[in-house]
């Protein structure tokens, strides 16, 4: 019989590569991964590990385990969480990933409500932009991502990009803006199209905001001479602030800076990126699950 134990242990092992890796993210010893794996391959009567030298290689049924560990871990937690809860043993626990302009917006006002309407329920946050907070939750390392997406975007090669076999809560449209210098000749004009700012330099934001920027303006006829780009929006504003360039904002994260020496106009046509939570469909049955999803869709009508 295949333990939920040894599975994690394989996981941990393919991910890290190595058992003392791996004894290092589980909190246990190198003997004890060693043996626990020796005990998984008893199990399933077949190898699952190719030991060359210190590196670890999955076998054929090594690989095929992993892929349906994660699936089964995440559904024998959400059983754990929901039995705990109905036996009333405790309220649940929730580890959540979000985008930083999300963490610092809607993950807040979500979870002080969370607290006071279900004091006993643990909640940890830990920030991962999409696709990554995505694969974590495929992963088994969370119960809730906060993620999001841009209309029209071109599609990601990659087949688990998509949420199909995720529960999708819409949270909010996200409305983009553009950021420029108190000084610049467009400041005061309150709004902007982007084929005014072909000629300007850019500041640009994470990989996916970036190909977005990317997409949009060449739809306009020009591609943005991007000088900065960084995952900090605090920075991004100190660039723009600093007559360093332009940049397109999301809402979301002009709101948790402090936007000294810029101006913000709205951008037409108007563009706007959808903000969900996502979760597991065994997860969302799970009530301390259920009810910070009702919270962080609260939180977005602000």
Same mark, same amino acid.
């Given at each position: 019989m295949?333990?939920?134990?040894? *599975?994690?242990?394989?996981?941990?092992?393919?991910?890290?590569?190595? %058992?003392?890796a791996?004894?290092?993210?589980?909190?246990?010893?190198q003997?004890?991964?060693?043996?626990?794996?020796k005990?998984?391959?008893?199990?399933?009567?077949?190898?699952l590990?190719?030991?060359?030298g210190?590196?670890?290689?999955?076998?054929?049924?090594?690989?095929? *385990?992993?892929?349906?560990?994660?699936?089964?871990l995440? !559904?024998?937690?959400?059983?754990?969480?929901?039995?705990?809860?109905?036996?009333?043993?405790?309220a649940?626990?929730?580890?959540l990933?979000? %985008?930083?302009?999300?963490?610092?917006?809607?993950?807040?006002?979500?979870?002080?409500?969370?607290?006071?309407?279900?004091?006993?329920?643990?909640?940890?946050?830990e920030e991962?932009?999409?696709?990554?907070?995505?694969?974590?939750?495929?992963?088994?390392?969370?119960?809730?991502?906060?993620? %999001?997406?841009?209309?029209?975007?071109?599609?990601?090669?990659?087949? /688990?990009?998509?949420?199909?076999?995720?529960?999708v809560r819409p949270?909010?449209?996200?409305?983009?803006?553009?950021?420029?210098?108190?000084d610049?000749? *467009? /400041?005061?004009?309150?709004?902007v !199209?982007? !084929?005014?700012?072909?000629?300007?330099?850019?500041?640009?934001?994470?990989?996916r905001?970036?190909?977005?920027?990317?997409?949009?303006?060449?739809?306009?006829? %020009?591609?943005p001479?991007?000088?900065f780009a960084?995952?900090?929006?605090? /920075?991004?504003?100190?660039?723009?602030?600093?007559?360093l360039?332009?940049?397109v904002?999301?809402?979301l994260?002009?709101?948790?800076?402090?936007?000294?020496g810029?101006?913000?106009?709205?951008?037409?046509?108007?563009?706007?990126?959808?903000?969900?939570?996502?979760?597991?469909?065994?997860?969302?049955?799970v009530?301390?699950?259920?009810?910070? *999803?009702?919270?962080?869709?609260?939180?977005?009508?602000?």
């Amino acid at each position: 019989m295949i333990e939920a134990r040894h *599975l994690r242990v394989l996981r941990a092992v393919a991910a890290t590569g190595s %058992f003392s890796a791996a004894a290092r993210e589980l909190g246990c010893t190198q003997p004890a991964v060693s043996q626990q794996m020796k005990a998984l391959e008893q199990s399933t009567g077949t190898p699952l590990l190719i030991r060359t030298g210190r590196e670890m290689r999955l076998t054929e049924a090594g690989e095929a *385990l992993v892929r349906h560990a994660a699936g089964i871990l995440a !559904g024998l937690t959400a059983a754990e969480e929901e039995v705990a809860a109905l036996a009333g043993l405790r309220a649940g626990r929730v580890r959540l990933v979000s %985008f930083p302009s999300g963490s610092s917006t809607l993950v807040p006002t979500a979870l002080a409500g969370l607290r006071a309407d279900h004091p006993g329920t643990r909640v940890s946050l830990e920030e991962a932009e999409p696709p990554r907070s995505v694969e974590m939750l495929r992963g088994g390392d969370c119960e809730i991502a906060l993620a %999001f997406r841009y209309p029209h975007a071109v599609p990601d090669p990659d087949p /688990a990009a998509g949420w199909d076999d995720l529960v999708v809560r819409p949270l909010l449209r996200d409305r983009l803006v553009v950021m420029v210098p108190h000084d610049h000749r *467009l /400041a005061g004009s309150g709004t902007v !199209g982007i !084929g005014e700012l072909a000629e300007e330099p850019w500041i640009a934001g994470c990989p996916r905001c970036r190909r977005h920027l990317v997409e949009v303006c060449e739809g306009e006829g %020009f591609t943005p001479r991007i000088d900065f780009a960084t995952d900090d929006y605090p /920075a991004v504003v100190g660039l723009v602030g600093a007559g360093l360039g332009v940049a397109v904002l999301p809402e979301l994260a002009v709101e948790c800076v402090r936007a000294k020496g810029t101006a913000t106009l709205e951008v037409k046509p108007e563009v706007r990126r959808e903000v969900v939570a996502l979760t597991l469909p065994d997860l969302a049955r799970v009530p301390a699950v259920a009810a910070t *999803l009702d919270r962080l869709e609260l939180a977005a009508r602000r």
